[in-house]
């Protein structure tokens, strides 16, 4: 499957570059890690054991990756005061595997519109306590946003080359 952005992205109006491209890169990899989980789902991988309850299982992990994209978005437009994204949250992971195409496609389809309008001087500073009480800009969201399902993807694709 090719996850890469298609020729029609360009044409995604945004007052910033910076916003633009970080809403396509996060589209992109957010398309690789749904497509890397699918073939480690395949492949039957084990995660290694752990507390976190993110890495319970493959469809733990699924939901924990696509449901903190509705989470940034979320916490960007509030700490912006912009209009709610109206991302639904993540399917449970008893549907995941059901779900997770359709989600993923909501979540793209809400992503793209709340930051249009953003102008680069919004996204430096000021930096805003995340849920996890870091500090970021609304810039350094953006890049954790699209390195997020990128890290995944790569541990994903690490534990599918060790068997």
């Keep these: 499957m090719d996850y890469r952005l298609t020729m029609s992205s360009p044409s995604l109006p945004y007052r910033s570059r910076a916003v633009r491209a970080l809403v396509l890169l996060h589209?992109?990899?957010?398309?690789?890690?749904l497509q890397t989980w699918k073939d480690a789902k395949a492949a039957k991988v084990a995660l290694p054991s752990t507390a976190d309850p993110a890495y319970a299982s493959l469809d733990a992990l699924g939901r924990h990756v696509l449901g903190a994209s509705r989470g940034y978005m979320v916490w960007i437009c509030e700490m912006l005061k912009l209009p709610d994204p109206g991302i639904r949250p993540a399917p449970e992971t008893a549907v995941l595997s059901e779900e997770a195409e359709?989600?993923?496609?909501?979540v793209l389809e809400h992503w793209r519109p709340p930051l249009q309008d953003v102008p680069d001087e919004r996204l430096e500073t000021p930096e805003y306590r995340s849920r996890w009480q870091t500090l970021y800009s609304i810039?350094?969201?953006l890049e954790h946003a699209v390195i997020h399902p990128i890290r995944h993807a790569f541990q994903l694709e690490e534990l599918m080359t060790k068997r």
């Design 102 to 106: 359709s989600y993923l496609e909501h």
């Design 27 to 33: 589209e992109e990899h957010l398309r690789r890690f």
């Design 139 to 141: 810039d350094a969201m």
